[in-house]
């Protein structure tokens, strides 16, 4: 149980566009979704969090306009990369936790890397 | 973002060795997490540790949640080659909801193994 999967697993796009990350949880209901992003041999920083049906709260220095999060239901989150540029590259990770109790996890997707040419 | 101090940065052993690794904090955190990301991957969660002073084992692996709070370590005992991987600490302030759950990692500690 408690599976989280990302789509695409990779994407190469063209300096400009637009891209879409989609996070899912498989088999339990996320109230809350965060996003990370990974540069290469460095550790994961927290991009934002999501409540479903809420606006996500970003962390200082994420531009919300870039980095649009859409938190629509239980088990989809998604991110959208607008206008990417070459230093959006990145490893994009998401991860699920279910919420509510006093023991709280939060469970990682597999990531999602980006390449913006 | 704020980030743990976790260390040592990397290491270098032979199969069958013992590690060690840690993580300080200048702030006090009331769940302790630890991770192990293989390249490519997202970070798969290893042992996570609730109370201060509390000493959990998940197999080889061993960790413990400072009195302090401020503080972890994480032991492999008996190391194989598929423990080769980067290893991060995490620390989590509440678990009553919204900022709470936000997770602060450390930098990481790449393990290499050798056979």
């Known amino acids: 149980g408690a599976v989280v999967s990302q789509h695409p697993s990779w994407v190469i796009c063209k300096s400009g566009t637009s891209v879409k990350i989609e996070c899912r949880s498989l088999d339990f209901q996320a109230t809350t979704m965060f996003w990370y992003r990974q540069f290469p041999k460095q550790s994961l920083m927290l991009m934002a969090t999501s409540n479903e049906g809420s606006k996500a709260t970003y962390e200082q220095g994420v531009e919300k306009d870039k980095f649009l999060i859409n938190h629509a239901s239980l088990t989809l989150s998604t991110l959208t990369v607008t206008s990417a540029h070459p230093e959006d590259s990145s490893f994009y990770i998401c991860?699920?936790?279910?919420?509510?109790?006093?023991?709280?996890?939060?469970?990682f997707g597999p990531g999602t890397r980006l390449t913006v040419l | 973002g704020q980030q743990l101090n976790q260390s040592p940065q990397s290491m270098f052993i032979q199969e069958g060795e013992d590690v060690s690794m840690n993580c300080t904090s200048s702030s006090i955190f009331n769940t302790w997490l630890w991770y192990k990301q293989d390249p490519g991957e997202g970070p798969v969660l290893l042992i996570a540790?609730?109370?201060?002073?509390e000493l959990t084992s998940n197999g080889r692996l061993t960790a413990q949640f400072g009195i302090t709070r401020k503080d972890s370590f994480l032991n492999i005992s008996a190391s194989i080659p598929s423990d080769v991987g980067i290893y991060f600490c995490?620390?989590?302030?509440?678990?009553?909801?919204?900022?709470?759950?936000?997770?602060?990692f450390g930098k990481g500690t790449l393990l290499t193994v050798n056979p």
């Open positions: 540790l609730y109370k201060a002073g």
């Open positions: 995490a620390g989590q302030l509440g678990r009553s909801g919204g900022s709470n759950y936000k997770l602060t």
């Open positions: 991860s699920a936790a279910t919420g509510g109790g006093l023991l709280n996890e939060q469970f």
